[in-house]
């Protein structure tokens, strides 16, 4: 009769703790171009559940809450994965929310829902925040990159969103492969917007298309479904290339490993109707390669007059598994710290590392390799601090931007 009974408790158990058929997999929150209004949210099921949707409340500090939740219809998207196997995706933007305003939601359908997560929006004006860039996690995402995502949401847990500047995944038409990055960023995403750059391993393993005379490689199929970036890019590179405001920061967000000439109007055009204080810039690949025999070359031709000319604060990127951190530079040279110029950074969070390149060595203030690293970045008026952490939680590197 014992044996019976706790049979029966392990039964329950395992059912109320998420192990329910059709339970949401992969949730993660992405920014709109209007993160004070709106939010997006993304998650996944084996099988198809046509009246899943999203509940969303504003929190209180009991549940009370729950009596007074607005539902969420969703889009549903078939996906093919490599192993042949369909799955099924569900996102939705969660519209007409109020500035710096904490919500609760959950996601799901029927008896089976996702826990109640919360997430607090922007202010509709300037407002200290804090953010968390990481270079590129890439390899190894369960077993290392799981404690530099940890020891980062452990530094800044209140953190207004994660950016990851590309290479998330290897090989990304391995499914295996994002299993392991929402495995590595667990609750996370739930509660922290994530705002990725595609890097140029997240057109890896793909079939090469020509195009014209020229051959193009194919963005993975899993980028689009696994998340709902802001839809303001160039078309054809919608979810890769795009722009948010936060508060009084403008991000923008390119796709280095597609044609970079078809974003440059696009680019001119968001650099140009900016009325942020703050511009920064996220792009896989860099200016100023700190990878062994890497060329920047034609990234420099193409971006450089346009991060000068509008000046462009900062500049976050990934791409060569080594960190480098530049003074504050004009058309390549060193300028003084009250002079306009942009501080480019190549940072690295998973454990793939490449040896340095000294080629810019002399525009460099810290280089650093075989590190696994994340950046707290903050803005508050006319400062901005940049903090670079170590997995074990040193401070690795620093420094401040101040606006005149
Ligand atoms: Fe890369």
Known sequence: MMKFFLYIILITFSSAFGQEEGTPQRIVLNLTEKPAESISVTWR?????INSEVSVA?????????????????????????????VYH??????????????????????VWSEWSQFKTASNKPSPFRFIYFGDPQNYLKSFVSRIFRAAYSEAPQA?????????????SRDELWGEFFYAAGFITRMTPLMPAAGNHEYRGLIYYPVEDNKRKILTPLWRPH??????????????NYYFDYQDVRFIVLNGSEDLNAQLPWLEEKLENNKCKWTIVSIHQPLYSTGKNRDSREYQEKLLPLYDNYGVDLVLQGHDHAYGRTYKLKNGQIVGNNEKGTV???????PKVYSLNDKYKNLMVKTGNGLQLFQVISVDGNLL???????????????????E
Request: proline content about 4%; hydrophobic content about 40%; cysteine-free.
């Open 45 to 49: 099921t084996v099988d198809m559940y």
């Open 58 to 86: 504003e929190a209180t500090a009991d549940t009370s809450f729950v009596d007074n939740v607005k539902s969420f219809p969703v889009k549903i998207e078939e996906v093919l994965l490599n192993t042949g196997d369909i």
């Open 90 to 111: 569900y996102s939705s933007t969660l519209t007409d929310l109020n500035p710096q305003t904490l919500y609760t939601y959950k996601v799901g359908h029927d008896s």
């Open 160 to 172: 207004a969103f994660w950016l990851i500047a590309g290479d998330l995944i290897t090989d990304p």
């Open 227 to 240: 998340f709902t970036l802001p839809a303001n890019g160039v078309d054809d590179l919608l979810e890769t």
């Open 344 to 350: 480019y950074v190549v940072s690295v969070s998973g």
């Open 385 to 403: 601090d940049y903090k670079s952490y170590t997995a074990t939680g040193e401070l690795f590197d620093s420094f401040e931007l101040i606006k």
